[in-house]
């Protein structure tokens, strides 16, 4: 089997979600109050900033698998938003067994491709987050290059914004993590 028809197969059909997630938590581990006021890639956001979105998100992804629809508005921000975040990311990962059709606005999306765009938030914003603490880990080789196989069957097509910053040209020999970061519109920074 060639890799084109082995990444998305892998990434659409099983465990994509549970690895980007790992990564994102993984990236959280060195976050500290004074780290929440740092920078990040994403224009404009602080650490506490992104950790609140990324939250939302994986509310928002909880919401869909579990009730077939998502249309959850952002709570109140959490006292300790790390905390916050990795009880969400447990609850996703308890419901990402139960795939469904799940409408989101006006549109009705397979749950495999709602886990693949998931997997492409938590992924690179766990790479978001690493870059703020400056622990600077890049998204894992294997993941990187099934998500990148699963982007054209979720990304909207240009323009992309306000959801997704245009993407900018990586080294020709950048790394599949480099690449998908790069697709978002991040610059990596190797």
Not at 7 to 27: E, H, S
Not at 104 to 117: F, I, K, S, T
Not at 137 to 145: G, N
Request: hydrophobic share 45%; with cysteine.
């Amino acid at each position: 089997m060639d890799e084109r028809t082995r990444a998305p197969q892998t990434a659409i059909g099983g465990r994509l979600l549970d690895r980007a997630v790992g990564f994102a938590l993984t990236a959280v581990q060195p976050v500290t109050p004074r780290t929440l006021a740092h920078r990040t890639p994403c224009a404009s956001w602080d650490l506490a900033m992104l950790l609140l979105h990324l939250g939302d998100s994986l509310a928002a992804l909880h919401e869909g698998l579990r009730a077939g629809r998502v249309e959850t508005q952002p709570g109140p921000p959490p006292d300790d938003p790390v905390s916050a975040l990795r009880v969400r990311a447990v609850r996703l990962l308890r419901a990402s067994a139960a795939l469904k059709t799940v409408t989101v606005g006006d549109r009705r999306l397979p749950g495999e491709l709602m886990l693949g765009a998931g997997a492409i938030e938590v992924a690179v914003h766990g790479w978001d987050i690493s870059q703020a603490t400056g622990e600077g880990r890049p998204v894992p080789p294997l993941l990187a290059s099934d998500l990148l196989a699963i982007c054209p069957l979720v990304m909207p097509g240009p323009p992309r914004r306000p959801l997704f910053a245009d993407p900018v040209e990586p080294a020709p020999d950048a790394a599949p993590g480099d690449r998908l970061v790069a697709l978002l519109g991040r610059r990596p920074l190797r």
